[in-house]
Nanobody, 127 residues
Framework: QVQLVESGGGLVQAGGSLRLSCAASGRSFSSLSMGWFRQAPGKEREFVAATNLSGDRRYYQDSVKGRFTISRDNAKNTVYLQMNSLKPEDTAVYYC????????????????????WGQGTQVTVSS
């Protein structure tokens, strides 16, 4: 089992930036595909971004392309989500998730593909 701990959330004005971090333990981090999801009040959880084992492939939800960047540091067992040009509609609890290596790019986008989840970190963007 993998333990995931997110940090870096907070309150920011529209147009601002935040960097989320997710520290992993319990398994070899470099063997895990990693993703970020979010859930806003009254809405279903949705995919935000994901990356493969080495970090050279990245996948994004259309609404965050060009504003968010996912990256990972396998030496530090950490995955990041840099969020720029934040909008009020980005307000949500953000969750880090881990999965065994994917063989199909479509797997990155589904929460059901991931076996471990963090507790979440709140991101609030004020207008």
């Amino acid at each position: 089992q993998v333990q995931l701990v997110e940090s870096g959330g907070g309150l920011v004005q529209a147009g601002g930036s935040l960097r989320l971090s997710c520290a992993a333990s319990g398994r070899s981090f470099s063997s895990l595909s990693m993703g970020w999801f979010r859930q806003a009040p009254g809405k279903e959880r949705e995919f935000v971004a994901a990356t493969n084992l080495s970090g050279d492939r990245r996948y994004y939800q259309d609404s965050v392309k060009g504003r968010f960047t996912i990256s990972r540091d396998n030496a530090k067992n950490t995955v990041y989500l840099q969020m720029n040009s934040l909008k009020p509609e980005d307000t949500a609890v953000y969750y880090c998730a881990a999965a065994n290596a994917f063989f199909s790019s479509s797997q990155y986008y589904s929460g059901r593909s991931y076996h471990s989840w963090g507790q979440g970190t709140q991101v609030t963007v004020s207008s």
